[in-house]
Each structure stands twice: as structure tokens, then as C-alpha cells.
T-cell receptor
Framework: GEDVEQSLFLSVREGDSSVINCTYT??????LYWYKQEPGAGLQLLTY?????DMKQDQRLTVLLNKKDKHLSLRIADTQTGDSAIYFC????????????FGSGTRLSIRP | SAVISQKPSRDICQRGTSLTIQCQVD?????MFWYRQQPGQSLTLIAT?????????ESGFVIDKFPISRPNLTFSTLTVSNMSPEDSSIYLC?????????FGQGTRLTVV
């Protein structure tokens, strides 16, 4: 069945880059997403990438997609304390943002 | 982007009772979904809310337990019926267009 996997924890020093990795199984996914969830809050869509793209950059965020290996990553440059959150990788099931399958989430913590 | 409002934001309920959660989207969206996020877990899709017809439920979720309505393109409700402590979770509504899916802040439900 469909599955999205990511590591549970990541700790980085403030000012460094954070790289959160994800693997997925459904090769027909058209869209892949990164969501951010801060404590006690809902999900915020950070960015998404279309499956025919290799990279997408948006300010401090860079998404890399390796479709052959079904590997997605999110790089956060100059990580700040406000970036502390859980980051969910997700894939669309099919050709639109219909059903979305989420990974387990990576808890990013920032150390001074 | 769509703004999604959920009510209530949180509730504490007695076991055996039912709670109806409302979801309002500020613009017409193609699809609406309901997810559950159990404590410390990722999101699991409960069902797709179909306008004017019965919702489509995922494996493990049934209409008798989670009746859903969607009377128009911008509004949906989820009822958690005959609650038990195992239903304590965050319930999130999602509205999706072609490329993006947005989430409400969630309803944090505690069943005692």
C-alpha cells in the first residue's frame, strides 16, 4: 500500500541548515507536499512540488525531488528558533490534491 | 489559498455522547476531507466529504461512527458518535483544489 516514511527527530544548531528527508512509495503521485505543524496548531502548507520538477526554491526553503528513488527533501536555510515544529511530508494519491497520505512527521528542534 | 475555520476548537466530552464538528471554507473547493490525528501520531484520512451524497470512508472508518454531511461546496460537518476515550484526538478538516490542500486549525477532542 501507499507509504510515506521520514525520520522522527532532527536537531540542528541555530543558523545552520536543516535537511528533512522523506521517501514515498506511490510513483503515480503528482504532488508532494511539506506541511508544518507548530505545537497546538493546525497544519500549515509550506510548499509543494509537482512530480515533473527536480527542485523548487522559495526563500529559505528548498525542495529536492528524486523521482527515480522516490526521495523528497526539505532544506531550511539559516534555521531559526521559530522553525521548531513537526514537518510532515505528504504525497497526493493520483493526479490532483485529492487524498493525501502523510508521513509520520519529523520533529525539528533548534539548539543555540 | 483557502482559509478553513473549524468549530469548536476544542471540547471535553463525556463517553457515550456525540460531538459535531463544523468546517467552513472561505471559497469553493473541489474536495473536502476529514482527518484524525491521534496523540503523537500523523494524520489519518477518515473520509472524503462529497457534496450532496454520502461520504466515502477509508478502511477502518464507518458512517455510523463518523457521519459526515456536506450540504454545499464550502461547508461540512463531522460527527463523532457514541464517543469513547479512544476517540480522543485532533480532528482536522481539509479543503483541496487541484494542486493544494489546506487545513483548518483542528478540533482537539478529549473524551472522559
Amino acid at each position: 500500500g501507499e507509504d510515506v516514511e521520514q525520520s522522527l527527530f532532527l536537531s540542528v544548531r541555530e543558523g545552520d541548515s536543516s535537511v528533512i528527508n522523506c521517501t514515498y512509495t506511490d510513483s503515480s503521485s503528482t504532488y508532494l507536499y511539506w506541511y508544518k505543524q507548530e505545537p497546538g496548531a493546525g497544519l500549515q502548507l509550506l510548499t509543494y512540488i509537482f512530480s515533473n520538477m527536480d527542485m523548487k526554491q522559495d526563500q529559505r526553503l528548498t525542495v529536492l525531488l528524486n523521482k527515480k528513488d522516490k526521495h523528497l527533501s526539505l532544506r531550511i536555510a539559516d534555521t531559526q528558533t521559530g522553525d521548531s515544529a513537526i514537518y510532515f511530508c505528504a504525497e497526493s494519491m493520483g493526479s490532483s490534491a485529492s487524498k493525501i497520505i502523510f508521513g509520520s512527521g519529523t520533529r525539528l528542534s533548534i539548539r543555540p | 489559498s483557502a482559509v478553513i475555520s473549524q468549530k469548536p476548537s476544542r471540547d471535553i466530552c463525556q463517553r457515550g455522547t456525540s460531538l459535531t464538528i463544523q468546517c467552513q471554507v472561505d471559497s469553493q473547493v473541489t474536495m473536502m476531507f476529514w482527518y484524525r490525528q491521534q496523540p503523537g501520531q500523523s494524520l489519518t484520512l477518515i473520509a472524503t466529504a462529497n457534496q450532496g451524497s454520502e461520504a466515502t470512508y477509508e478502511s477502518g472508518f464507518v458512517i455510523d461512527k463518523f457521519p459526515i454531511s456536506r450540504p454545499n461546496l464550502t461547508f461540512s460537518t463531522l460527527t463523532v458518535s457514541n464517543m469513547s476515550p479512544e476517540d480522543s484526538s485532533i480532528y482536522l478538516c481539509s479543503g483541496a483544489g487541484v494542486t493544494e490542500a489546506f487545513f483548518g486549525q483542528g478540533t482537539r477532542l478529549t473524551v472522559v
